[in-house]
């Protein structure tokens, strides 16, 4: 009976340090960079306001800021830049991607919603 529960015990164990190990890290980051936004803490907002052309600002619990801006201010196009310290994202109403700039992001915004 002892050597079974000995053997359980290593089992989970084993089972615990795999999952230290193997489980993504997030770290708390000092400033969003495209390389670090993935795998970073995301603070929660605590302001949230609409601007002037229709996007949005606001600060987070670490006292950072964020914009969500209109890429295009045609109603039909309904794609925005999220931005968070160093990094951004675009934003639209086909799903979320990464684009190295706007014209790229309107690019890829068109062949999904050619789709």
Not at 75 to 93: N, P, T, W
């Amino acid at each position: 009976m002892g050597v079974q529960l000995t053997h359980v015990m290593r089992f989970f164990s084993v089972l615990v340090v795999a999952g230290v190990f193997c489980s993504p890290s997030f770290a708390l980051a000092d400033t969003y960079t495209q390389e670090n936004f993935l795998f970073s803490y995301h603070y929660k907002p605590v302001t949230f306001s609409l601007v002037t052309g229709g996007g949005f600002t606001g600060t987070l619990e670490n006292g950072t800021t964020f914009n969500q801006v209109p890429v295009v201010t045609e109603s039909s196009i309904r794609l925005h830049k999220f931005i968070v310290g160093e990094a951004y994202f675009y934003v639209s109403d086909q799903g979320t991607f990464q684009a190295s700039d706007n014209l790229v992001a309107l690019s890829i915004y068109s062949y999904l919603t050619a789709s």
